[in-house]
């Protein structure tokens, strides 16, 4: 299915895997490049030399285009842009706005640049500065998200600009590709859908605890970092909703000390990278501190298997996947299904 995601990008079919934390390691953004897809490794919570050693895992497993996602707020962003482009990686992602100096180095380089947005005026202040597409999450989406549905939101920036557009949030299947096509759309990307295969690392024990959740148990939270995150209801996420200021930044500073013995950071910089997140936010220090380290409690789960430590970020469509597919069957499957819709569509008329 040739659309303008699969021109600009090079893979064959439009179906993206999102670079989730701790998941979207080389394996699983090889399996999904291998598939035909666009693979996106998460960069956010690896070293310098980890990235470059992970860019080069990936292309020693596939010859197939792939990309990889940044932090536009790293303090570090342009130092991970100047390997993207030494590594010959296809597709440049990011989380946030990038500016519009790290957008021109790297279509300057001839990486194709897709910033993710969740408002219509960020679309078109990225596509003013340069992006090539840009990636919508709507309120369904796991992670940090926002409050409108992908069904208003994607029609919105679709009308907006004019460059492809790639939707997120609710998506798991073939029909919802074509109806995310109909809407304008050039393709569609997936993080829980990708979570949930055979190629993900995460633990078994984890992706069962996402198996059996239903819809009603993957809610938005404020709890952790003081921003709206989606993601699995567990014993932490409510122990967090019943804490009080107090045994909040305990609780922050215990974990916080973890992650910096696990990633190096140096208290000053995280701080620094929690108060990135606080600018225009009323958050109290507990929150900064959790800011800040989120990616460990993203670790504990994805890595570690301990549910009862760490948050599970999840989309909506958790609630509806009961299965642990390989990649390769995800998207012979999904574009299986959008084929059948697409033809009893027309036979319909």
């Given at each position: 299915?040739?659309?303008?995601?699969?021109?600009?990008?090079?893979?064959?079919?439009?179906?993206?895997?999102?670079?989730?934390?701790?998941?979207?390691?080389?394996?699983?953004?090889?399996?999904?490049?291998?598939?035909?897809?666009?693979?996106?490794?998460?960069?956010?919570?690896?070293?310098?030399?980890?990235?470059?050693?992970?860019?080069?895992?990936?292309?020693?497993?596939?010859?197939?285009?792939?990309?990889?996602?940044?932090?536009?707020?790293?303090?570090?962003?342009?130092?991970?842009?100047?390997?993207?482009?030494?590594?010959?990686?296809?597709?440049?992602?990011?989380?946030?706005?990038?500016?519009?100096?790290?957008?021109g180095?790297?279509?300057e380089?001839?990486?194709v640049?897709?910033?993710?947005?969740?408002?219509?005026?960020?679309?078109?202040?990225?596509?003013?500065?340069?992006?090539?597409?840009?990636?919508?999450?709507?309120?369904?989406?796991?992670?940090?998200?926002?409050?409108?549905?992908?069904?208003v939101?994607?029609?919105?920036?679709?009308?907006?600009?004019?460059?492809?557009?790639?939707?997120?949030?609710?998506?798991?299947?073939?029909?919802?590709?074509?109806?995310?096509?109909?809407?304008?759309?050039?393709?569609?990307?997936?993080?829980?859908?990708?979570?949930?295969?055979?190629?993900?690392?995460?633990?078994?024990?984890?992706?069962?605890?996402?198996?059996?959740?239903?819809?009603?148990?993957?809610?938005?939270?404020?709890?952790?970092?003081?921003?709206?995150?989606?993601?699995?209801?567990?014993?932490?996420?409510?122990?967090?909703?019943?804490?009080?200021?107090?045994?909040?930044?305990?609780?922050?500073?215990?974990?916080?000390?973890?992650?910096?013995?696990?990633?190096?950071?140096?208290?000053?910089?995280?701080?620094?990278?929690?108060?990135?997140l606080?600018?225009?936010?009323?958050?109290?220090?507990?929150?900064?501190?959790?800011?800040?380290?989120?990616?460990?409690?993203?670790?504990?789960?994805?890595?570690?298997?301990?549910?009862?430590?760490?948050?599970?970020?999840?989309?909506?469509?958790?609630g509806?996947?009961?299965?642990?597919?390989?990649?390769?069957?995800?998207?012979?499957?999904?574009?299986?299904e959008?084929?059948?819709?697409?033809?009893?569509?027309?036979?319909?008329?």
């Amino acid at each position: 299915m040739e659309t303008a995601l699969t021109r600009l990008t090079g893979v064959r079919h439009p179906l993206v895997q999102t670079g989730m934390g701790w998941v979207a390691g080389p394996r699983l953004v090889s399996a999904t490049a291998n598939a035909g897809a666009l693979g996106i490794l998460a960069s956010a919570t690896m070293t310098l030399d980890r990235l470059r050693a992970s860019v080069r895992e990936v292309r020693a497993r596939t010859d197939a285009p792939f990309g990889v996602n940044l932090r536009a707020d790293a303090a570090d962003a342009g130092d991970r842009v100047r390997i993207l482009i030494e590594e010959g990686v296809r597709v440049a992602s990011f989380a946030l706005a990038p500016s519009r100096e790290l957008i021109g180095e790297l279509k300057e380089a001839g990486v194709v640049v897709m910033p993710t947005v969740g408002a219509r005026r960020h679309a078109e202040k990225v596509a003013a500065w340069g992006a090539d597409a840009v990636l919508v999450q709507g309120a369904e989406g796991g992670g940090h998200t926002g409050e409108v549905a992908t069904t208003v939101l994607l029609p919105q920036v679709v009308d907006a600009v004019d460059l492809p557009v790639v939707a997120a949030g609710g998506f798991f299947d073939g029909r919802g590709l074509v109806a995310a096509l109909a809407y304008g759309a050039a393709g569609v990307a997936m993080g829980t859908r990708f979570l949930l295969t055979s190629d993900s690392t995460v633990p078994e024990a984890v992706k069962a605890r996402y198996l059996a959740a239903t819809v009603r148990d993957v809610t938005v939270t404020r709890a952790v970092d003081g921003l709206p995150h989606r993601m699995l209801r567990t014993e932490l996420v409510e122990a967090l909703e019943r804490s009080g200021r107090v045994r909040g930044a305990l609780q922050a500073v215990r974990r916080a000390a973890g992650y910096r013995k696990l990633s190096g950071t140096s208290w000053r910089r995280m701080l620094q990278d929690g108060l990135a997140l606080r600018h225009g936010k009323d958050l109290a220090w507990s929150q900064v501190l959790l800011a800040a380290n989120t990616p460990m409690l993203l670790k504990a789960s994805m890595v570690d298997g301990r549910t009862d430590l760490g948050v599970m970020a999840s989309g909506q469509v958790a609630g509806v996947i009961d299965d642990l597919p390989s990649c390769a069957e995800v998207v012979e499957r999904i574009m299986r299904e959008a084929e059948d819709t697409r033809r009893r569509l027309t036979a319909s008329r």
